[in-house]
T-cell receptor, first 116, second 112 residues
Framework: GAGVSQSPRYKVTKRGQDVALRCDPI?????LYWYRQALGQGPEFLTY????????KSGLPNDRFSAERPEGSISTLTIQRTEQRDSAMYRC??????????????FGPGTRLTVT | DQQVKQNSPSLSVQEGRISILNCDYT??????FLWYKKYPAEGPTFLIS?????DKNEDGRFTVFLNKSAKHLSLHIVPSQPGDSAVYFC???????????FGKGTKLSVKP
């Protein structure tokens, strides 16, 4: 079966532009997560959804970042007015349930965002 | 303030020997601990997990040990193989928390 897919795999954008990153989770997975990973660091939580409901967005760095999952499947992470400090690997993961209840998360390959 | 710490950025081991990767945590509310393995240009892949009610979980060559009193866990790989060379991330979560909290990772190199 297909794993988590993300598109685009690489995105180069100019400072000030908006970008939209897409995540297609494993079919049937209830929970979907967005993480950001800097070089030499582990994934850092941004936000997560159960079905279409955004349950926690405490990790979003500021109000330029937003995410949606309108039909409880595909999700889009949008960064408005990008800045150079937004450059990172953005990772999506999905699972059958909450990490705190023992469900492992399955990660996609990530989108490498470079803001010039 | 990091809640999950992997203090060794790298580890080199000879093929056939044991690899021991360590992880410390600060949050006593964590209930589940996981190890992920990551090859270059790929996303992290789940390897093994342990619940806080256990002190050991074994899956083939991989064993995770949990010492709750010390807030420490370790991943043992025996015997190590060159294909095990990757970055290993320790992660933790607990209660109603949805997300995982990751350490910075340890890069394991297994030399033939």
């Amino acid at each position: 079966g297909a794993g988590v897919s993300q598109s685009p795999r690489y995105k180069v954008t100019k400072r000030g532009q908006d970008v939209a990153l897409r995540c297609d989770p494993i079919s049937g997975h209830v929970s979907l997560y967005w993480y950001r990973q800097a070089l030499g660091q582990g994934p850092e939580f941004l936000t997560y959804f159960n079905y279409e409901a955004q349950q926690d967005k405490s990790g979003l760095p500021n109000d330029r970042f937003s995410a949606e999952r309108p039909e409880g499947s595909i999700s889009t992470l949008t960064i408005q007015r990008t800045e150079q400090r937004d450059s990172a690997m953005y990772r999506c993961a999905s699972s059958d349930g909450l990490a705190g209840q023992g469900y492992e998360q399955y990660f996609g390959p990530g989108t490498r965002l470079t803001v010039t | 303030d990091q809640q999950v710490k992997q203090n060794s950025p790298s580890l080199s081991v000879q093929e056939g020997r044991i690899s021991i990767l360590n992880c410390d945590y600060t949050n006593s509310m964590f209930d589940y601990f996981l190890w992920y393995k990551k090859y270059p240009a790929e996303g992290p892949t789940f390897l093994i997990s342990i619940s806080s009610i256990k002190d050991k979980n074994e899956d083939g060559r991989f064993t995770v040990f949990l010492n709750k009193s010390a807030k420490h866990l370790s991943l043992h790989i025996v015997p190590s193989q060159p294909g095990d060379s990757a970055v290993y991330f320790c992660a933790a979560s607990g209660g109603s928390q949805g997300n995982l909290i990751f350490g910075k990772g340890t890069k394991l190199s297994v030399k033939p």
